[in-house]
């Protein structure tokens, strides 16, 4: 399979989802521990630093979601610590680092409602590597919005998890194979340095 890929690093850029305080440690991951996603993205992370790709991390504010269920309209916005919203990655905090922006997204899809896309078609980017959680939520709908806006897709399944097992297994066997290729992170990080 990677033998077909051919990464140009100055097209691609690497989108980490929801890698956040609140939500890699509000519940259990699946079929990776919230500490294995962590750990592959930040491997991916290292190996782009101050390449010509792009790293976007992006985070949710989830404050804002009430507003999208309209059956619950009289719902309070959620009152959550002001650590909910912290990137976990250790590139988020690494001022060395000089290709690396962040999104913050108010939806499951980091395109619909933010500048995700104008910020990578100005840069050139065609490329997408996709990680991040949850698999069938966040992942998913940026997946599907990358793909219907005609991004090459490349989704890595150990640097992704879901909160039930079952459907992150089903996405990556019968969904993501139709819109993406999908790798391992030692498949990525062979692809990275065949680029560098």
């Known amino acids: 399979m990677t033998q077909m890929l051919d990464l140009d690093l100055s097209k691609t850029a690497f989108i980490s989802i929801d890698l956040q305080q609140g939500i890699l440690n509000s519940g259990i991951l699946f079929p990776h521990t919230n500490t294995e996603v962590l750990e592959a993205n930040n491997k991916i992370a290292a ?16 404050s804002t979601f009430h507003y999208l269920h309209p059956h619950h309209s009289d719902a309070k916005p959620m009152q959550l610590p002001e650590t909910y919203a912290e990137l976990s990655m250790n590139i988020a905090a690494d001022s060395t680092a000089k290709n690396v922006i962040k999104v913050t997204k108010y939806n499951p899809g ?15 980017i065609d490329t997408l590597i996709l990680t991040g959680v949850a698999t069938a939520n966040g992942v998913y709908a940026t997946a599907l919005d990358a793909y219907q806006h005609g991004y090459h897709l490349l989704v890595i399944e150990d640097a992704c998890a879901d909160r039930d097992e079952q459907l992150h297994t089903i996405f990556f066997e019968k ?10 992170t030692t498949e990525l990080l062979d692809l990275i340095q065949q680029a560098i």
């Open 47 to 62: 190996a782009l630093k101050n390449t010509k790709a792009l790293i976007t991390l992006v985070n949710v504010d989830v």
């Open 110 to 124: 980091a395109f619909f409602g933010t500048d995700l896309d104008l910020q990578l078609r100005r840069r050139g």
């Open 175 to 184: 969904l993501f194979p139709k819109i993406s290729y999908t790798l391992k």
